[in-house]
C-alpha cells in the first residue's frame, strides 16, 4: 500500500471499484471536492498503478460457463524453455480466466471455466493433458461460488495503512 494516500484516495478507490461507470461529477461530489481536483486525484492514483483498469463485471453462467473447475498442474521440468511453452500454450486458452505459478507440490494453478461437466471432460482431455511438458493434472471442481469477484479488493482504512 502507498504510504502518501489519505481518506479521500481510499474514498475515491472504493467508489470507482463499486461503479466504475460514475461519472467525474457523481464521484467528485461524493468525495466532497470539485470536479478538477477530483480527477486530478483519479489521474494520480491511475499513474500509481493502484487503478489497472475500468471492468464490467460479467456472469459466467449467463454467458454459458456454468461450471467452474481449479486445476492443479505439475510439470515435467522446470526449466525456462518448458515453462514458456506451458504458459504461452495456457493463456492461449479462452476458457482459462485465472492462471498462477504456485509453490506447493504443484507448479501452476489454473481457474477453468466450461460449458458443463461435459464440455469440461473433453477440454481436459484434448487441450489440458496435452499442453506442453505436463506431467499431472488435477481438477477441483466448484460445487458453489460465495465469493467470486476476482477483480474486488479490499482497501483499508487510512488509519491502517501502513506507513
Same mark, same amino acid.
Given at each position: ?38 480527477? +486530478?486525484?483519479?489521474?494520480?492514483? !491511475? +499513474? ?27 510439470? !515435467? +521440468? ?7 511453452? &506451458? ?11 485465472? &492462471? ?9 494453478? *489454473? ?28 481438477? &477441483?471442481?466448484?460445487? !458453489? !461460488?460465495?465469493?467470486?469477484? *476476482? ?13
Amino acid at each position: 500500500m502507498h504510504n502518501d494516500l489519505d481518506d479521500i484516495d481510499l474514498r475515491i478507490l472504493r467508489i470507482l471499484q463499486a461503479d466504475a461507470r460514475i461519472t467525474s461529477s457523481d464521484l467528485a461530489q461524493q468525495v466532497h471536492l470539485s470536479q478538477s481536483p477530483c480527477w +486530478k486525484r483519479v489521474k494520480r492514483l !491511475e +499513474k500509481m498503478g493502484l487503478v489497472s483498469g475500468y471492468h464490467a463485471g460479467l456472469n459466467r453462467r449467463a454467458l454459458g460457463w456454468g461450471m467452474m473447475a481449479f486445476v492443479m498442474v505439475e510439470i !515435467e +521440468k522446470q526449466d525456462d524453455s518448458s515453462s514458456s511453452a &506451458f504458459i504461452q500454450a495456457v493463456q492461449a486458452m479462452e476458457e482459462v480466466v485465472m &492462471f498462477h505459478g504456485i509453490a506447493g507440490p504443484q507448479d501452476f494453478m *489454473l481457474v477453468v471455466v466450461a460449458r458443463d461437466l461435459d464440455d469440461y471432460g473433453q477440454l481436459l482431455q484434448r487441450q489440458l493433458h496435452r499442453l506442453p511438458g505436463v506431467r499431472r493434472v488435477s481438477s &477441483f471442481l466448484s460445487l !458453489e !461460488e460465495f465469493k467470486g469477484q *476476482l477483480h474486488h479488493m479490499p482497501i483499508p482504512a487510512a488509519a491502517a495503512a501502513p506507513h
